[in-house]
């Protein structure tokens, strides 16, 4: 009996941890990075080399004012959220395009911007390969995860 308590206790302690992990890392980042949505995944080649298909990247939440032309952004559409790099900023809007693509993008209103990608040392910060995870996650998913998805 005692060695299952034992048993019983370690797994609560693992459901416990990994729950935190899901749910609590999504959130603590949002406020660390002052975003709603503070991570995305890659789910095409439009970045490449820069970003690759299948990369975790940090978004951090920015205004108007920070942009500069360079900036690698996430934005919302109609399908979903885009991954590009800024090309040209004007009043009222800014133009992107992925690094990988020949045309630009359709001018973006500021307000439809979710943020930068998070730099370290000028690069942007991302994990290989973790964003298949979230990429196969969404196939299946049901509802809408916290973590949004690039075209």
């Given amino acids: 009996m005692k060695r299952f308590l034992i048993i019983m206790l370690e797994a609560l302690i693992w459901v416990v941890v990994f729950g935190l992990i899901v749910w609590g890392l999504p959130r ?39 942009l500069a032309v360079g900036d690698i952004v996430v934005w919302k559409n109609a399908e979903g959220f885009t991954i590009h790099r800024v090309v040209t900023l004007n009043q009222k809007t800014l133009v992107t395009k992925g690094d990988g693509n020949f045309q630009d ?39 809408k995860p916290d973590i949004i998805f690039s075209r």
């Fill in 28 to 66: 603590a980042l949002a406020v660390w990075l002052e975003t709603p949505y503070p991570m995305a995944s890659v789910t095409s080649s439009s970045m490449w080399p820069a970003l690759k298909r299948g990369d975790l990247i940090l978004i951090e939440g920015v205004s108007k004012e920070e």
């Fill in 105 to 143: 993008d359709e001018p973006v209103r500021y307000e439809d911007v979710v943020g930068r990608s998070f730099q370290i040392r000028g690069e942007p910060a991302r994990v290989p390969y973790l964003g298949f995870v979230t990429i196969t996650l969404s196939k299946y998913s049901i509802s």
